[in-house]
């Protein structure tokens, strides 16, 4: 059973653009959803993550919009470069519990 | 933040041997993961491994199959036991400092390819 539904699996999107990936979960008790960033070759890095107490979550250019009542969440990348390029993972995790689940990855190519 | 490295970062093996992957932090960490990965796919978690217990293997993953030590605070190591071409897959070691799930710092994984 996938807990954490991730589209699209692939996205192509042109510089300068806003690249947006979408994730949907069902367990109510997850409190923690972070995304992830991975370049071929390499380990998944920790981008950006949010808790259910806000809405929305900004760094830079990547944001975090989360729909509690909707059980939805999403990365916005804004200005999309040719360096962002990778495979974007959003994940779940539930308060007291170690194990985090994640989505199926996205793989973003930003093209110049 | 931790800086995790892995040992070896890719292997070539024969079906019916033994593989043990080694992982060390940079920093002491209270939890220590284990993942497989398939190329192009997402994580699946083997294992969780704390320090002075034995680890927690997720359905579908044996002790038999990929035992896990965890000496102190700072290592771990995954063997992939009597392996198979099935077990030709990414293998990412990860770690976070906290008992409530925050940041998983991963390592850069290693490659094993099963003949």
């Known amino acids: 059973q996938q807990q954490v539904k991730q589209s699209p699996q692939s996205l192509i999107v042109q510089k300068g653009g806003i690249s947006i990936i979408n994730c949907a979960y069902e367990n109510t008790a997850f409190d923690y959803f972070p995304w992830y960033q991975q370049f071929p070759g390499k380990g998944p890095a920790l981008l950006i993550a949010?808790?259910?107490?806000?809405s929305e979550k900004k760094e830079g250019r990547f944001t975090i919009s989360f729909n509690k009542s909707a059980k939805q969440f999403s990365l916005h990348i804004m200005d999309s470069q040719p360096g962002d390029s990778a495979t974007y993972f959003c994940a779940a995790s539930k308060a007291g519990y170690q194990k985090v689940t994640f989505g199926i990855g996205t793989k973003l190519q930003v093209i110049p | 933040s931790a800086v995790i490295s892995q040992k070896p970062s890719r292997d070539i093996c024969q079906r019916g041997t033994s593989l043990t992957i080694q992982c060390q932090v940079d920093s002491q960490v209270t939890m220590m993961f284990w993942y497989r990965q398939q190329p192009g796919q997402s994580l699946t978690l083997i294992a969780t491994a704390n320090q002075g217990s034995e680890a927690t293997y997720e359905s579908g993953f044996v002790i038999d199959k990929f035992p896990i030590s965890r000496p102190n605070l700072t290592f771990s190591t995954l063997t992939v036991s009597n392996m198979s071409p099935e077990d030709s897959s990414i293998y990412l070691c990860?770690?976070?400092?906290?008992?409530?799930?925050?940041?998983?710092?991963f390592g850069p994984g290693t490659r094993l390819t099963v003949l």
């Open positions: 990860s770690a976070s400092h906290g008992f409530r799930t925050d940041t998983q710092y």
């Open positions: 949010i808790r259910p107490d806000v």
